[in-house]
């Protein structure tokens, strides 16, 4: 929301505050400060004093201007809606305006078509107070040429208001707060919530109220009325902020709605069938805005009708067929309050969003209604003439006023944390507009977010200052927690997996129909995806069962873009129905890995490719020891595995591992094979959090055997890892495969055998092994290999 500095200063005075000591004031009451609009130097208020064609060019213009020097200045424009005696913007050399988009252009001296130009005569959006640029922006015939613009339009604040506080979004409400931060008296509120006009209950035939969208409705005609141009203080002010004057009569309902913050709407009485008839709009109804756009309604649209259409998009637009124009003369001022949440529904639905619905949308203080239509009501006698009926007809009630709030000033002070005298604290919430009860605080109409005590302590905080509250408490000391612990554990995953040259990826917790087909997660258990009742898209219509999915589509488009090399990781969160109909969410891991093993080079001009062996590596760099890759039986991958810590009954079964299909690679783009594997993280937390013990260095030195041996070829290498696991001998400490070897040809081995070779170390623990016990254990070894696995030895 724009606001002017100039408009704040009709209710409080900021002279003795630099810009940057009212952006920290606006700061300081919670509202944060986008940006702040000035206009630049050299830019100045200039009087046409005469205008003749240019000898060289049809569209153009000669000027000379009086821009304050005392010395005409000769301008060449091309704009055509000025006069001789008009007072318009003027761009010095040297002034630098916007030119969108983050850039800036200078104005310089220069020919046009062969005639000097001293400078620039600037239309409204050139100096960007509106998006006008329908010729030059006529100013204000009392200003004095040479005027710098940036004191008729002081500098303009972008502030961003959150939703609790629908009460900052005009110029009133925001000058409220500083005026409380300040110190400082508010002027020019009186008009606030009162009114003098008397009111009289509507008959059905005026106004009827047909929905429990509109709670409280008014209107008020005026006669006779002279539509026309907004005097320059109205428009100054309007422009000031980026709003385009229209008439006298819009204008007029766009200051109050700045002003004080509540929409108001103008209707053409010549134009209206009958009486007000607020309603839900009839489905299919079609309704022609403001904007020129035709709106398809629905039966939860509410609409301002007559007896025979819907003349406005209640709390949103009015209707371009009943708007004010030139000819209207008499005019039916419409103030209301509407229910908030049926204004966002519509404004959303047809994504139709207008200043009237961003006030409705937060809530607006029903107390001001009626204060809100007799300012209106005051300024069009003043600016347009014609005689207002006596009485304010309205129809429905006001809601309830807030409920007073009781507040313990020791308990403010305790949770503060400083010693604010009682004093202070009754002036504070004072100042914000409270009024104090005989047990409780009562509550302004327009701090509707003002409900439990806590509010009024954070109230009182805000305006106090919490630069004034002492630190006089460090931290406590918190232990660890399991939340903690599993936090170290994920981080330390993140870090294993980018050393060995991974990259995290993040991708939406929603997928498609089409992407179910890559989950890993919801083959066992009778689990089921879970589909949205109401997604946003066909791409979108299912929250992910696993990550997997996800991983592929990241790997595609990387693919597409030209990078086949990757290994990705991601850690999050996935959802899954129980058979019974429950959800279900866990945390998952999930590794891709595709392309080439190491990255080109002069030494190797062809690496290999990635295979299932080198995500079995990647997964034993973070898997506790004792990691084991199952085969299990699984349509959706090659070499599927079951991942596994410990062996047997006692195994805790982590996730799937696998290739995906060459079929379902290629659909992706991906030409490599793509080894995927999905992992449950707090199984796996759980898994490495009981591996974690500790045991004294040897003392003694081990003794090795090496042993080559003939098997089936088809014979899995988990069988072998199994029966080494398995097989008693307390001297045994460890064994390591350090060589494979298959002949194809038959030549060297016979063809359905392969040869494989381990490294085998004995050691005891309380002393130095002699030959003959190592040779005697070995023996034992060779014959259980011998009859267990009916192994040749070479």
């Known amino acids: 929301m724009n606001v002017s500095l100039k408009w704040l200063s009709d209710h409080v005075d900021f002279s003795e505050y630099s810009m940057d000591e009212l952006d920290d004031l606006l700061t300081f009451t919670g509202i944060e400060v986008e940006g702040i609009q000035s206009l630049p130097d050299n830019l100045v208020v200039a009087e046409v004093l005469s205008s003749e064609k240019h000898p060289d060019a049809d569209k153009l213009s000669v000027c000379q201007v009086d821009d304050g020097s005392g010395t005409p200045r000769q301008i060449v424009c091309g704009a055509r809606n000025y006069r001789v005696g008009d007072k318009v913007p003027l761009a010095r050399p040297g002034c630098v305006l916007d030119a969108g988009d983050g850039k800036t252009f200078e104005i310089r001296e220069g020919k046009l078509r062969g005639v000097e130009s001293l400078g620039m005569m600037c239309a409204a959006s050139e100096i960007g107070l509106t998006d006008d640029a329908d010729g030059l922006m006529i100013l204000s015939p009392d200003l004095k040429s040479g005027t710098p613009l940036s004191e008729v339009y002081p500098a303009v604040f972008e502030l961003e208001i959150t939703p609790n506080r629908p009460d900052c979004l005009s110029h009133l409400g925001v000058a409220r707060e500083l005026a409380a931060l300040a110190k400082k008296e508010l002027a020019g509120a009186s008009h606030h919530g009162d009114s003098s006009t008397p009111t009289r209950a509507a008959k ?121 124009t030139e000819t209207t003369t008499d005019v039916l001022l419409e103030s209301a309050y509407f229910v908030t949440s049926k204004i966002r529904r519509t404004a959303r639905r047809l994504n139709l969003h207008s200043d009237s619905s961003y006030r409705f949308e937060r809530g607006v203080d029903p107390y001001q209604v009626n204060g809100a239509s007799d300012l209106a009501i005051k300024l069009i006698l003043e600016l347009a003439g014609g005689k207002a009926e006596e009485e304010m007809v309205t129809c429905g009630e006001i809601p309830a006023a807030p409920a007073s709030v009781a507040l313990d000033n020791d308990y403010c002070r305790s949770v503060i944390g400083a010693e604010v005298p009682d004093e202070a604290i009754e002036a504070i919430l004072t100042s914000l507009g409270l009024s104090k009860g005989a047990d409780a605080w009562d509550i302004p109409t327009y701090r509707l977010d003002l409900i439990r005590p806590i509010d009024l302590v954070e109230e009182v905080a805000r305006v106090y200052g919490l630069d004034n509250v002492p630190s006089n408490q460090g931290a406590w000391f ?312 009916h192994v040749e030895f070479r």
């Open 204 to 324: 059905d035939k005026e106004i009827k109220i047909s929905t429990e969208s509109c709670p409280y409705y008014t209107a008020r005609i005026i006669h006779g009325v002279k539509v026309g141009e907004s005097p320059a203080w109205l428009k100054e002010k309007l422009e000031s902020i980026g709003l385009r004057p229209i008439n006298n009569i819009v204008d007029i309902t766009n200051y109050v709605l700045m002003e004080m913050g509540q929409p108001l709407h103008a209707f053409d009485m010549a134009k209206l069938d009958g009486g007000i008839n607020v309603r839900q709009a009839a489905e299919g109804e079609e309704f022609l805005a403001l904007d020129g756009e035709t709106y398809p309604l629905t039966e939860e649209d509410m609409v301002i009708a007559d007896s025979s259409k819907a003349v406005a998009i209640g709390g949103v637009m009015g209707g371009e067929d009943s708007g004010v």
């Open 478 to 789: 918190s232990p660890a927690s399991q939340a903690d612990h599993y936090f170290d554990f994920a981080s330390g995953i993140q870090s294993t997996l980018s050393s060995l040259g991974f990259f995290e990826a993040r991708n939406l917790k929603l997928i498609s129909d089409q992407q179910l087909t890559d989950d890993l997660a919801t083959s066992h258990r009778g689990m089921s995806p879970i589909r949205l009742k109401n997604p946003l898209n066909d791409e979108q219509d299912y929250l992910r069962p696993g990550l997997v999915p996800g991983l592929l589509a990241t790997a595609s488009r990387n693919q597409r873009f030209g990078n086949a090399d990757v290994r990705f990781f991601e850690m999050g969160r996935v959802f899954t129905a129980t058979p019974k109909g429950g959800e279900v969410e866990h945390e998952h891991l999930a590794l891709l890995m595709t392309g080439e093993r190491t990255a080109r080079s002069w030494a190797d001009g062809k690496p290999s490719n990635l295979d299932i062996h080198d995500l079995r590596a990647a997964l034993e760099e973070i898997c506790p020891k004792g990691l084991n890759l199952v085969p299990v039986d699984d349509d959706r991958m090659l070499c599927a595995c079951s991942i596994e810590i410990g062996r047997g009954k006692k195994a805790t079964k982590l996730g799937l591992a696998g290739i995906v299909p060459l079929a379902r690679a290629r659909e992706l783009d991906l030409e490599a094979p793509v080894m995927v594997a999905e992992i449950n993280l707090k199984k796996l937390a759980s898994a490495a959090g009981a591996d974690l013990k500790y045991k004294e260095l040897p003392k003694f030195p081990s003794s090795s055997r090496d042993v080559a041996m003939l098997v089936s070829a088809d014979l899995a290498a988990g069988i072998v890892a199994d029966f080494f696991a398995n097989h008693e001998e307390p001297l045994l400490e460890s064994v390591e495969l350090f060589d494979v070897f298959q002949d194809p040809s038959g030549e060297k081995l016979p063809a359905d055998k392969k040869s494989l070779a381990y490294s085998i170390s004995y050691r005891s623990g309380d002393r130095t092994l002699e030959a003959a016990e190592v040779e005697t254990a070995h023996a034992k070894l060779l014959d259980s290999l011998k009859s267990g696995l």
